[in-house]
């Protein structure tokens, strides 16, 4: 990985979700160059990439997060400027911050609070697929 890329990170997630073990398969799939990492939120790598990022610990919890550089973005922020960090053709879906972060992140929410009720939950101890367990950190 290329740690100097703008356009990387790391990308912290809910462990116990399936919607967000699938979202960490799509990123590593569409992310050749290695920009981001992975982990889950409640990890001891997600607490330390946390733990030097401003961010709201409430908002993190029931979000994607993204750190990159000592900043945090969670909710919609974080998953478009992931999105940004792609191959073509999804960093076009970064045109979507010009939305307002109230509209987007009331979306994102929507989604969220349901996530578990939709996709069920995710079976921690099972094997990861390779290209998220080769990103992931401990």
């Given amino acids: 990985m290329n740690r100097t890329d703008p356009r990387g990170g790391t990308v912290l997630f809910d462990g ?4 967000c073990h699938a979202a960490a398969r799509w990123i590593a799939r569409r992310d ?4 981001f990492r992975l982990a889950f939120l409640d ?15 409430t908002a ?3 979000s994607v997060v993204l750190v990159r550089g000592g900043r945090a973005w969670t909710e919609s922020g974080a998953a478009l400027r992931i999105a940004a960090g792609l191959r073509p053709p999804w960093p076009l879906l970064a045109v979507l911050l010009l939305v307002p972060r109230p509209l987007r992140d009331a979306a994102y929410r929507f989604v969220a609070r349901r996530r578990r009720r939709w996709f069920g939950e995710a079976d921690r101890c099972a094997p990861l697929d390779p290209e998220v367990a080769a990103r992931l950190l401990e």
Avoid: E, K
Wanted: net charge positive; charged share 25%; glycine share 12%.
């Fill in 43 to 57: 990890s001891a790598a997600g607490r330390a990439a946390l733990s030097g990022a401003a961010v709201n610990r």
């Fill in 16 to 19: 116990d979700c399936r919607l």
């Fill in 32 to 35: 050749p160059h290695g920009r």
């Fill in 60 to 62: 993190a919890a029931d």
